[in-house]
Nanobody, 121 residues
């Protein structure tokens, strides 16, 4: 069994900052890419940021320069530092982690429970 526990969401004013964390635990042999998605009401879930096992990152255009994704491999944790937040960043944020639970097993996607981020104008 694998568990992903997210934390760090909340209510913040326009221009404020939040830091999301997502810690993976359980039956983990290896972790590949880690990422953050978000889903606003009435919209499809979108990829916000992603970081590979070698540290390569990519971001959706709307958050470039404001958000930073990072990972702590010793703690099996991925972070999303969000600065200069805007009301359009309001959404439920989900972490996504590619985990191989046993040697020679292909990694598969695991999802966090979601954390609400609300930015007031």
């Amino acid at each position: 069994q694998v568990q992903l526990v997210e934390s760090g969401g909340g209510l913040v004013q326009f221009g404020g900052s939040l830091r999301l964390s997502c810690a993976a635990s359980g039956s983990i042999f290896s972790i590949n890419a880690m990422g953050w998605y978000r889903q606003a009401p009435g919209k499809e879930r979108e990829l916000v940021a992603r970081i590979t096992s070698t540290g390569t990152t990519n971001y959706v255009e709307s958050v470039k320069g404001r958000f930073t994704i990072s990972r702590d491999n010793a703690r099996n944790t991925v972070y999303l530092q969000m600065n200069s937040l805007k009301p359009e960043d309001t959404a439920v944020y989900y972490c996504n982690v590619q985990i191989a639970t046993l040697p020679l097993y292909n990694p598969r996607d695991f999802w966090g429970q979601g954390t609400q981020v609300t930015v007031s104008s």
